[in-house]
């Protein structure tokens, strides 16, 4: 069974829910000790892990992840992070915690910083204030330059913000201006998110009622390739579809992810991947912590995704916009061509990738469309793990 590499926790609380937002995430319930129980029951699940045996390590890296991890009290994240040290994550792990700009002070990221949180992702989303109130932010644009200055004398050295475009109402101008501000702060990373509407949100239902005014899908694309451009003529390159780095400051713990990597999900609706199970826990906080105070399972459904592993990997991979063939081969033991023949002609031939080495680029102008690749990939990926794989109670 392969190990994890990497650990999630999630906090599922939030200072408001923001109207796009379709994230595990509620409102701090009206209860005394409502962050005290879900720390402890956090604590409860990672001893349990522990003593099962699926959390040996050494764990590569560590996210803390919402909601808004930095709502709870400071010593009961370090509390965890001390749990999860225990339970095998490296000393040299990456550690990230996600903060909302509004609700940071600099004693706490000092004291996550003494703890080995070494990056911080902060939720600005714009710069714009009108913008921010119409998403339903708590925060103000000014809040997130704080935020970063706070980080950095705080000791955490590793900055990422979170973007997003084709916000309704928002321009051209808008998202250029928050490219400009973000840059100006001097951070090593820029997560920049397009808008989906969920269903199940504020903004899913007013979109359906025709009453969210959302910029054109053109506008988006365009909103798109200035994010592209801005980032990359400062140094940030694009290493995953809404992802941007300096070199050297790529988040570790989503490059596993992508990289299809084994990690282990703590907490309300967290997911995990051990082996080839994924397993995902109740979503529900407070059924969560009840359930583990009953001695129960938090387990809220699994799924063997063994038939499905080489198609993921392709897909996995061409969020990274680059497919290296070589490394496929290493981890399934069979040529890229010889599973994906087919596919790789198509995708060549029509303009979608092209070969660099060993590597397959998807091309500047389809960034917008992997889905379309991905569907070609899959389906051959599924046939051919089918025809490749020996039968295991062949005798
Ligand atoms: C796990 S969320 C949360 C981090 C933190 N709670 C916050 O919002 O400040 C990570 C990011 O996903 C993005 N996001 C959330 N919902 C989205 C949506 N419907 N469409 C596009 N991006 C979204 C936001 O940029 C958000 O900061
Ligand atoms: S703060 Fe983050 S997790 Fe919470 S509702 Fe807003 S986007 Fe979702």
Known sequence: MAAPVGVYVHWPYCPSKCGYCDFNAYLLPRRPHAYADYTASLLQEISLAERTGDLSGPLQSCAFGGGTPTMFPVEQLVQVLGALRQAGLAPDAEVTVEAN?????????????????????????????????????????????????????????????????????????????????????????????????????????????????????????????????????????????????????????????????????????????????????????LLYSRRLAAGEGVVAGEEDVSALAMGEWVYLSLRTLVIDTERFGQEFGQPWQDVFPASTLWAVAEGWLSWQGQTLVVAKERRWLLNQIAERFLEEGALSQRRLTPCADAG
């Open 101 to 285: 700009p509004g609700d940071l002070e600099v004693a706490a990221l000092g004291r996550l910083a003494e703890a080995g949180v070494g990056r911080l992702s902060i939720g600005a989303q714009t710069f714009s204030d009108p913008l921010l109130k119409a998403i339903g932010r708590v925060h103000q644009a000014s809040d997130i330059g704080r935020a970063v200055q706070m980080a950095k004398r705080a000791g955490i050295r590793r900055v990422n913000l979170d973007l997003m475009y084709g916000l309704p109402g928002q321009s051209q101008a808008d998202v250029a201006y928050a490219l400009q501000r973000a840059l100006a702060l001097g951070v090593g990373h820029v997560s920049a998110y397009a808008l989906e509407l969920e269903p199940a949100t504020v903004f899913g239902r007013r979109a359906a009622r025709g009453e969210l005014a959302l910029p054109s899908e053109q506008s988006v694309i365009e909103m798109g390739d200035l994010v592209e451009e801005t980032l990359s003529a400062a140094g940030l390159y694009r290493y995953e579809v809404s992802n941007y780095a300096r070199p050297g400051e790529e988040s570790q713990h989503n490059l596993a992810v992508w990289r299809r990597g084994r990690y282990r999900g703590f907490g309300a609706g967290a997911h995990s991947f051990i082996g080839e199970r994924r397993w995902w826990n109740v979503a529900s906080p």
